[in-house]
Nanobody
Framework: QLQLVESGGGLVQPGGSLRLSCAAS????????IGWFRQAPGKEREGISC????????NYADSVKGRFTMSRDNAKNTVYLQMNSLKPEDTAVYYC??????????????????????WGKGTLITVSS
């Protein structure tokens, strides 16, 4: 049973940076696509970045493209989200999720939450001065 734990959230000023980590246990990550999702108060959960199991392809939502960078280190069983130029509208709870690479693609995972088997509990990011 795969378990995902996010860390790195907190309060940051507009224009600042944070790096989130998603550490996995119970299984290795190398057969899973991994995604970062976020949910702001009163809004639906949205996929913001998903990376393939090999790390060879990554996609981003338009709202974060050019500001956020997702990466993975399968040897450490950890996935990262580097967030730069943060805006107040980035305030949300951020979740990582895993989907078996056999049954979906990173694009479908992000756009439709397709194939997601596991979720972390989330970490809160607040962007405010």
């Amino acid at each position: 049973q795969l378990q995902l734990v996010e860390s790195g959230g907190g309060l940051v000023q507009p224009g600042g940076s944070l790096r989130l980590s998603c550490a996995a246990s119970g299984s290795t990550l190398d057969s899973y696509h991994i995604g970062w999702f976020r949910q702001a108060p009163g809004k639906e959960r949205e996929g913001i970045s998903c990376i393939s199991s090999s790390g060879s392809s990554t996609n981003y939502a338009d709202s974060v493209k050019g500001r956020f960078t997702m990466s993975r280190d399968n040897a450490k069983n950890t996935v990262y989200l580097q967030m730069n130029s943060l805006k107040p509208e980035d305030t949300a709870v951020y979740y990582c999720a895993a989907a078996s690479a056999w049954f979906t693609t990173p694009q479908r995972m992000c756009r439709a939450r397709s194939g997601i088997n596991y979720w972390g509990k989330g970490t809160l990011i607040t962007v405010s001065s």
